[in-house]
């Protein structure tokens, strides 16, 4: 993103009025008919452009978008057959920093309709963005190109000259002329397709919709395509490399239900006249919504059923309905400028669990968003958070918006607002909404404007407390039982961004009636609320309120005795709320272990719920003493054996849906932080028998984590041969993120120099991330970071940067090396650092202040509130 500071705010606006980092709005294009002809081997192409405008004022130039091009020929025609003009600009002029060309005229153009004609060559770059380069090796050894895009933000205009802002939408009509042997894929169907000179097929695409320039794809390669599903006359494809259709089938059956869940809910036909589903090797973010040709990172599309952890199984069930949900939401319906982008993303999050909690209601996905709710959560109680809706001046900001608070905070406040409104009333605004601005842009108002004609209530006002501000209250429940909000801060004290006075629409219930109605209340400003007061009554009921709650002592014992007529996300807050409580030093972390001791006598089975307890165990385990050490590892032990030795390292028939999770967390942490002989002996059998049922896809991960804490090289070695031949993404990515794992520092290095040569530089920087947050090896792979800035950041996708980072938030345990860290982090600005730096810092100081309060009490407290005696 970057924050605007001082030094970039906009300059002076233009003569007409918009801000200068805007192009002049004197000229709008309406078509754009593009040719153009890849060189994958030489990785450069070429490409002519005719494009329909009208010309709105009398002008002498015309400036549009465009990055590292040449621009080899411009004409400029009034489209009149019977005598009309044909200009050459006299100048063409490129600004690379500004990233645009302005084409100037001798004289004066009228205004009217006119047509510009550009012929152009560039690069294909090896930056995953714009029209870049993707490469496979095949069974044989043979390396193999791709020529592929990514244009949102601000990248199309890196593949051809455009009006590059989203506001600016038109038509495009693509033709790709490339070698005979290559497929090509854009966003229309194939309208007819033509042999060219020197052994060439030209490939002539349909006219899309008008749209965002962000939108165009093209991807040509050698490239295999499943044969198309029919769903409801939309045909639905997925695109892989060869020799991997028997990944698709997955990918196939969520993307028809997603397409036909999106056509149901919204009452809008598909917008495209395809959807081919596109798998890419070398890929920045998870999946990209290029209308009617969505592409991916490979882990995102391509899975096995058979051989896919649960968790793996949901994260491309996720990702495809994601994406095609966009093709309403953002492609057919498209925010004014980029600040608008959390709503593109925020609707697509929020819809993504709606679709894929109907394709596997079993799955719970309401609940494990409860996870992703708390990550937004874990940052928007910092003084560093930002407000969901943020000022984007110049386009390249843009970048820093696509975080947490964009996604997962923007789709729980969505989330609340349906529930508090109710699922029809809020799907009626929401029809609403995109009938109303089909293939127009709109910005956040409009939204509240149509979810207020549907529900009768309020919403901008109640919804701008939560977009405009930063924060998120914690709703307290006096010892009367009324309500009253103070903002929350892990630093205990408001400042920053974090702001007040929400209005917050409260859920509650008694446990007594459990089949009455949750009852609303708004909460508004800093006046107390009554509420139905009683011991047995529960705040944000159903669980999808983004706030916390604080109950008075009292009440949380009770809650603590009655977790069974909690609903999970229920109890998943209760547990979460407690913990950032003790995390912000306002509650006692014996109440956090308290409950766990709760949980576990309460038979708790679900993994959101438990994933709250093992994330606190991994802050201890980083801040205790050594010398205390052994009493981390005998309370592990305590609460996690008996679980442990109930669920087995074996899926049973009496699993749960989610009990698979449950098991490789509990596993993992019993195996590595809890130390646990027999948990590890068994690991080392599994990983080592010849038999391939003794690791199972859900449990594999955690074997590989704990298998690595004591392995040397056999194991190291066995890992890499993994990773370097999978017989799935997900098993790639299984072994190589758990070469980050090993306990030997020699063993990290070589890991290190493999992330900076052979891995892929869109996975790269996760390793780099899980080698600094490796208990052992952490202070050492971050000072080889140091070591080694210059080449990382020229090396890796802007973009993925930042979450290398997040790892240092785990080197807590000293204030002198966080210290370091924030040092060296200030004074080496990351290019899309902004915020998401700032944050990971301040998590840092959070935790280094949980160890040095809590330090030395934690393993009297372990041992009090879980009867465990140290070392057993
Ligand atoms: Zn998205």
């Given at each position: 993103m970057s924050a605007p500071t001082p030094d970039e705010t906009p300059a002076d606006p233009s003569a007409d009025g918009t801000p200068a980092y805007r192009l002049p709005t004197s000229v709008r294009p309406h078509a754009y008919r593009l040719v153009l002809t890849p060189d994958l081997d030489r990785a450069t192409f070429s490409g002519d452009v005719e494009i329909d405008i009208t010309v709105e004022r009398p002008v002498t130039s015309i400036t549009l978008n465009a990055a590292e091009l040449e621009i080899t020929s411009a004409e400029l025609n009034d489209g009149n057959p019977d005598g009309g003009y044909a200009l050459a600009p006299t100048t063409i002029g490129l600004d690379p920093h500004e990233e645009r060309v302005e084409l100037t005229f001798a004289g004066t153009i009228d205004p009217g309709p006119a047509t510009l004609h550009l012929s152009f060559t560039g690069i294909l770059n090896d930056?995953?963005?714009?029209f870049y380069r993707s490469t496979f090796t095949d069974d044989d050894g043979h390396e193999h190109v791709i020529a592929t895009t990514q244009m949102e933000s601000t990248d199309a205009r890196r593949a051809f000259p455009c009006w590059d802002e989203p506001e600016l939408k038109a038509t495009f009509e693509v033709t790709l002329v490339v070698d005979e042997a290559l497929a090509a894929f854009s966003n229309g169907s194939v309208v007819d397709e033509a042999p060219e000179a020197g052994g060439k097929r030209r490939v002539h695409f349909s006219t899309t919709m008008?749209?965002?320039?962000?939108?165009v794809a093209f991807v040509v390669g050698p490239l295999e395509a499943t044969e198309p599903v029919d769903v409801s006359g939309v045909p639905l494809r997925v695109v892989h490399t060869p020799g991997k259709s028997h990944l698709a089938p997955f990918a196939l059956t969520v993307g028809a239900h997603a397409l036909r869940f999106f056509t149901e809910y919204f009452g809008i036909p598909y917008p495209a006249d395809k959807l081919d589903l596109v798998a890419i090797?070398?890929?920045?973010?998870?999946?990209?919504?290029?209308?009617?040709c969505v592409t991916f990172r490979e882990s995102a599309l391509l899975v096995d059923p058979a051989q896919a952890a649960r968790v793996e199984l949901e994260r491309v069930a996720d990702v495809v309905c994601h994406e095609i949900a966009h093709m309403w939401f953002g492609d057919l319906v498209t925010m004014k400028w980029w600040n608008g982008i959390w709503l593109n993303e925020a609707f697509a999050t929020f819809m993504e669990v709606l679709a894929v909690d109907a394709f596997r209601?079993?799955?719970q996905r309401w609940v494990s968003f409860g996870v992703e709710r708390e990550a937004a959560l874990a940052v928007d109680g910092l003084h560093a958070t930002r407000p969901v809706e943020f000022h984007v001046g110049r386009p390249e900001e843009a970048q820093g918006m696509f975080d947490v608070l964009t996604y997962q905070k923007g789709g729980s406040v969505l989330r609340m607002l349906e529930q508090f409104l109710g699922p029809d009333v809020f799907r009626e605004g929401i029809n609403d909404y995109l009938t109303t601005h089909s293939h127009q842009n709109t910005e956040t108002a409009d939204l509240w404007s149509a979810l207020e004609r549907s529900s009768g209530r309020p919403v901008g006002r109640v919804m701008d407390t939560w977009i405009l501000q930063g924060g998120y209250p914690l709703v307290r429940v006096g010892d009367d039982g009324g309500l009253s909000q103070v903002p929350f801060s892990y630093s205990g004290e408001p400042g920053g961004a974090i702001g007040s006075d929400w209005q917050v629409p409260v859920l509650s219930r008694s446990l007594d009636a459990p089949a009455e109605e949750p009852r609303p209340l708004l909460l508004e400003g800093s006046a107390p609320a009554a509420a139905p007061a009683g011991a047995g009554h529960l705040i944000n009921a159903g669980g999808s309120g983004y706030y916390r709650v604080a109950y008075p002592t009292a009440t949380v014992r009770h809650l603590a005795s009655r977790l069974g007529d909690l609903a999970p996300l229920e109890r998943y807050n209760l547990v979460s709320d407690t913990w950032a409580a003790a995390l912000a030093g306002q509650a006692p972390v014996a109440d956090l272990v308290g409950l766990a001791r709760s949980l576990a006598d309460s038979g708790e089975g679900d993994p959101s719920v438990w994933s709250v307890v093992l994330g606190a165990v991994g802050l201890f385990d980083r801040v205790i003493p050594e010398e205390d050490r052994p009493a981390l590892e005998g309370a592990v032990r305590h609460l996690f054996g008996p679980l442990a030795a109930d669920l087995g390292f074996d899926p049973r028939d009496?699993?749960?849906?989610r009990t698979p999770s449950l098991r490789s967390s509990v596993l993992r942490t019993l195996g590595t932080i809890g130390a646990d002989p027999g948990i590890r002996a068994e690991a080392g059998r599994r990983f080592g028998a010849a038999d391939t049922t003794a690791l199972h896809p859900d449990t594999e991960s955690a074997v590989l984590d704990i298998v690595a804490s004591t392995g040397g090289e056999a194991e190291y070695q066995a890992f890499l041969a993994r990773y370097r031949a999978p017989a799935t993404p997900q098993e790639e990515n299984r072994y190589l993120y758990a070469l980050a794992s090993f306990s030997d520092p020699g063993l990290a290095v070589r890991t290190f120099d493999l992330a900076l040569s052979e891995v892929r530089s869109q996975n790269a920087p996760f390793v780099l991330q899980l080698l600094v947050a490796n208990r052992t090896n952490g202070p050492a792979a971050w000072q080889r970071i140091t070591d080694h800035w210059d080449d990382i950041v020229g090396r890796f996708p802007s973009n993925i940067l930042p979450r290398m980072l997040d790892g240092v938030r785990s080197l807590c345990g000293s204030k002198a090396l966080a210290d370091q860290v924030a040092e060296f982090v200030l004074s080496h600005p990351l290019p899309a650092g902004g915020k998401t730096v700032e944050q990971i810092l301040e998590r840092l100081a959070v935790n280094v202040a949980f160890g040095e309060r809590e330090r030395h009490g934690l393993a009297g407290t372990l041992t009090a509130a879980l009867g465990a005696t140290p070392g057993h």
């Open positions: 930056k995953l963005h714009g008008a749209m965002s320039t962000y939108l090797p070398d890929f920045a973010f998870g999946a990209m919504e290029n209308l009617g209601p079993e799955w009496d699993d749960g849906e």
